[in-house]
């Protein structure tokens, strides 16, 4: 058993259903599951800006977009400068990947990943209805993106990605993995964060069979993955009422490293709390 401190840092007014974090600089870029804009926090001044990273049809709103619309970014992993978020793949307009430089300000690139995700749903063997990227990790050379295993047969897995793009030249490995269960019920990955050669991820339990529809919550395992041998080497329940989504570095020493942790609550209200969990190393 790791020994882990869980407690409410501060929360946001203007972000619902936040889905992942990057922390840098003092400032949190905060992505939402149910919007089309990246959003900034700076933690001195605790003032909130927003980023349009797609657009969407005249009319619709850049927050709390219609479930059967909204762009559904689950994951959002950090690199030097650079933000690169997913889109959960969960249905058809949910492809995309947002290249978001946090230095300038601005978005690079945006890239159609569907032929990408379907080659990965073959090769994983995981069918539509199981498929649901919701973490992603970069060390420079490889992604590894964790599919959700929310759907009927509980597919989580881990497909490690390389090659020189994600569009025409790359290749895929896969790793199914058996996660925790709180009464009866597995456990699915929510978000990752590389710490050197380790990978540190989010684990829910929800009562539903869907990647599309909401469950009970009951609760949140955090553990660790060692990237060279891709297996895993602990897992903590550190909730029994929270979904965790999102988990950042935040600080970190020879015997502790601290996350920030964000929270989908799966409803339409603009606030979004952010957790400090500090765990023993």
Known sequence: MQKFKLELLFQIIGIGSASGLVFRDNSLFIISDNSSVLYEYNMDSKSLESHKIIEMPTGTPAENIPKAQKPDFE???????????????????????????????????????????????????????????????????????????????????????????????????????????????????????????KIYFLATVENTKSTYDDGAVLGTFIGRLDIEKMKIDFTQKITDTHKFEGLTVYKENDKTIEFLLCEDKDNEDLKSDIYKLTLDK
């Open 75 to 197: 994951s959002i992993a950090g690199f030097g400068e650079d933000c690169y978020i997913f889109g959960s793949g969960s249905t058809e307009n949910r492809n995309r990947m947002i290249h978001f430089d946090v230095d300038k300000k601005e978005k690079i690139k945006e890239t159609d990943l569907t032929d990408l995700y379907l080659v990965m749903q073959s090769f994983g063997n995981t069918k539509p209805e199981d498929f649901n990227i919701e973490g992603a990790v970069y060390n420079g050379e490889n992604w590894f993106l964790f599919n959700r295993g929310n759907g009927a047969s509980g597919k989580n897995g881990i497909f490690t990605i390389g090659g020189n793009n994600l569009t025409d030249d790359f290749s895929v490995l896969y790793n199914s993995y058996k996660l925790p269960k709180i009464k009866g019920i597995q456990s699915s990955f929510t978000d990752a964060v590389r710490v050197d050669g």
